[in-house]
C-alpha cells in the first residue's frame, strides 16, 4: 500500500462535489424502482438499471441470473496499463428490506440537507458512490495497478444463502474487499469488527393433560422452554461481546390444559470465532430438564464475526490517512451487526465495512443519507481504490 499526494484526494473530491446534484438524481431513479428480496422480478429489474449505469462507464458487465433470487450484477473495471497486479473486490446489494409498494408512502424526496426514501442508506446510496468513484478515477486519470471488481448481490437482507458461493469465490481472489453498507453515527465512521450472527430454535414436547384434574400425567412443555432459556441465558457474557437472546416464543394451546408443546428462537451474537464454536456445542448438548419432554435444537451458527485483524486495521489506517489529506477526519467502529463482510473477513481478506453513505434509520420509514456527505465518501472510496 503506497500513498499518493495530497493532490490526488483534493482532486477526486473536486471531482464528486461537482457531481453531488447528479448523485442525488441517480439514487432517486435507484430509490423508486424498488427491490425487496424475496421479490425476484423486482430485484432483477433493478439489477438492469445497475448494469446499464457500469456498462455507460466502460466496465465489462455479467449479470449473475439466479433461479429464485433476484439477479446479481458483477461490473469489473481496469483503468491501469498492461496487465494488473492484482484484484480489488468491492462489495454491495441490490435487495432491500421495504416490501414492494412502500414507496408510495414513503416517496424519494430532498429535504434538510438528506434524501429519504426506502433503501437510500442501506444501501443504494453505496452503488451510487461506487459509479461516481468510478467517475472521478477516471476524470483525476488515476491508474490503480489492480483490477477492480463490483459485485452487488441480491439476498443480503435475507442471510446471503444464494449469494454467497459468488461473495466467497470472488473475494478469495481479492487483495482487500471494501464493503458500501452503511456507515454508523454522523460522523460516518467505518466499521472494523462486527459480530457473528447464530440463529437457532428450541422446539419442545411434552404431553399435554388436564391442568386441574391429572397434571401429574402431563409433561409441561412451557417449563421446560422456561427451564432451557433461563439456562440459555447464563451463556451472556457481555465483556467477551456474547449476546443470547431468546427473542420469539410460543407455547400451548388453553389455559386448563397441561401444554404439549413450546418453542422459542434464539438470537446469538458473538465477536470471536472460538467462541462460536463453543456456543453452537453448547447448544447442542442441551438435553431435557424435566422427565418425560424432549427437546430438539435447530439451526446455530449462520455468519462467522469479522473480526479486527493486523490487516484490517492497516485498511482503516490507510483510509483514515487518505481522509486526512482532504482535510476530513474518519473514525471507526464496532458494531453487533452482521453483513456479507463477515463473510469476506472469514476467508482472511482483509474487509473494510461500512464505506457507504453517512444518513440514519436503516430499516425505518426515517431511512435518509446526508447529500453533502455523498461527494466525500466517494473520493474516499476512490481514493482507497486507487491506491490499494
Ligand atoms: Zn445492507
Known sequence: MTLRSKPLMMSLLRHSRDRQSEMVRLLGEFVRCESPSHNKAAVDRFARIVAREWRRRGATVRVLTQKKRGDLVRAELWLGEGKPDGQIMVLGHLDTV??????????????????????TFDMKGGIVLALFAADALRKAQCKPRNRLVFLWTSDEEIGSEDSRRAIESEARRSEAVLVLEPSLGRDGRLKTARKGVGMAEIVVTGKSAHA????????NAVHELALQIARLMKLNDPRRGITVQSTVISGGTVSNVVPEGARAEVDIRYARMADARRLDRALHRIRPILKGARVEVRGGINRPPLERTAAVQELFHHAQSLMREAGLSLNEAATGGGSDGNLTGALGVATLDGLGAVGDGAHSPRERVMIRRLPERAALLAGLLATL
Open 212 to 219: 386441574g384434574i391429572d397434571p401429574e400425567n402431563g409433561v
Open 98 to 119: 421495504y416490501p414492494l409498494g412502500t414507496i408510495s408512502g414513503m416517496p424519494f424526496h430532498v429535504t434538510n440537507g438528506c434524501a429519504w426514501g426506502p433503501g
